[in-house]
């Protein structure tokens, strides 16, 4: 079974540029999560998605981040105006909601704005 | 808001030995995951464990939801098993799935 696949894996940045994330979950499953990872610190949930509806978003700095997920299969994150307290790892998880909800992450985008 | 805290932060260990690492969560909860983490590495499960005891290999998770705690047991630790152990928790009430801050562990040859 094919896992969850994230591109780019690693993206350098100057402050105020732009850059998006790419996600493709594990086929079949409905949930989709986003996590930002600090260096040295546990993963912290950005948004998540059920089919191609937002669950939860309240976490996401909407001012300059945004996510996105039409068909409900891959989604997109992306960061608008980028800031040096941006750098970090950014995660994407799927699960099954008929399967415990087991989480399934992606190997991540590790990302440094300069 | 549940808070997952996770101790030690750190652990060096000689190969062979055990290892014991702890999860306390604020909330009740019906569901305790615990992952690893190499450095550079993907987040991968490694038990699920909402409650009781549950073995996987050398892994053992046990969880006493009343007490708000869970545990892992590394036994006969090997080099390999070096990285970062997260422990993640979903309140009964949501999806919304919560990390520790995770423990660092360095086994020694």
């Known amino acids: 079974e094919a896992g969850v696949t994230q591109s780019p894996r690693y993206a350098v940045l100057q402050e105020g540029q732009a850059v998006s994330f790419w996600c493709d979950p594990i086929s079949g499953h409905d949930t989709l999560y986003w996590y930002q990872q600090p260096r040295d610190q546990g993963p912290q949930l950005l948004v998540y998605f059920r089919d191609e509806a937002v669950i939860d978003n309240s976490q996401l700095p909407s001012d300059r981040f945004s996510a996105v997920r039409p068909k409900g299969t891959n989604s997109t994150l992306k960061i608008q105006s980028a800031k040096q307290g941006d750098t970090a790892t950014y995660l994407c998880?799927?699960?099954?909601?008929?399967?415990?909800?087991?989480?399934?992450f992606g190997h991540g985008t590790k990302l440094s704005v300069l | 808001e549940q808070q997952v805290q996770q101790s030690p932060a750190s652990l060096v260990l000689q190969e062979g030995e055990n290892a014991e690492l702890q999860c306390s969560f604020s909330i009740f909860t019906n569901q305790v995951q615990w992952f690893y983490q190499r450095p550079g590495g993907r987040l991968v499960s490694l038990l699920y464990?909402?409650?009781g005891t549950k073995q996987s290999g050398r892994l053992t998770s046990t969880t006493v939801i009343k007490e708000r705690r869970s545990s892992l047991h590394i036994s006969s630790s090997q080099i390999t098993d070096s990285g970062t152990y997260l422990c993640?928790?979903?309140?009964?009430?949501?999806?919304?799935?919560?990390f520790g801050t995770g423990t660092s562990l360095l086994v020694d040859p």
């Open positions: 998880a799927s699960s099954d909601r008929f399967s415990n909800e087991r989480l399934f």
């Open positions: 993640a928790t979903r309140s009964n009430m949501g999806y919304k799935l919560t």
């Open positions: 464990n909402p409650s």
